[in-house]
């Protein structure tokens, strides 16, 4: 489409100039060919920077929730740092509905060789720290799947990990 508008543009011109050369004054002719191509020049620079503008509001819009953390188990001491990108954690809102670019996190407990669903641990806070119960979690190796999820709890795709974790008594 912008290929056809600047072959318009520049017939536009070329039929302005021969016309006003045919009128005799060269000239006056070759200013406002000038005038005419600037003009549309312009134009064109500045549909090229709201199409960029555009596309930068996508991307951010759009950007992939992702985190890195610090995950540990000393003893039944567990401590879970983390840092979110394209995401805030919102304590207010845990359990409710759902708002974009916002949730919190989620550690699902599989101990090996053990039937049945995982144990979840919900993360309200960037620096997280939790007395493991012996009950819940009886000593053991687990594999733990830590994720991003939404106020409502669902998974924010594409956000898991897998650690593998012993827990002692």
Request: aromatic share 8%; with cysteine; charged share 30%.
């Amino acid at each position: 489409m912008k290929k056809f508008k600047m072959k318009t543009v520049l017939a536009s011109v070329v039929i302005a100039s021969v016309a006003l050369t045919a009128c005799g004054n060269e000239e006056e002719a070759a200013t406002e060919v000038v005038a005419e191509v600037d003009a549309q020049e312009e134009a064109k620079a500045e549909e090229e920077v709201e199409e960029v503008e555009e596309v930068e509001e996508e991307e951010v819009e759009g950007a992939q929730a992702d985190f890195t953390y610090d995950f540990n188990i000393d003893g039944r001491t567990l401590t879970f740092d983390w840092e979110p990108t394209n995401f805030e954690l919102s304590v207010d809102n845990y359990g409710l509905e759902n708002v974009d670019g916002e949730g919190h996190a989620h550690l699902w407990f599989k101990q090996e060789g053990e039937e049945g669903p995982a144990t979840r641990v919900g993360i309200n806070d960037y620096n997280f720290t939790k007395e493991l119960d012996s009950e819940e979690f009886p000593a053991g190796t687990y594999e733990v799947e830590i994720e991003l999820a939404e106020n409502n709890h669902a998974p924010i795709e594409g956000t898991q990990t897998t650690v593998t974790v012993v827990i002692e008594d």
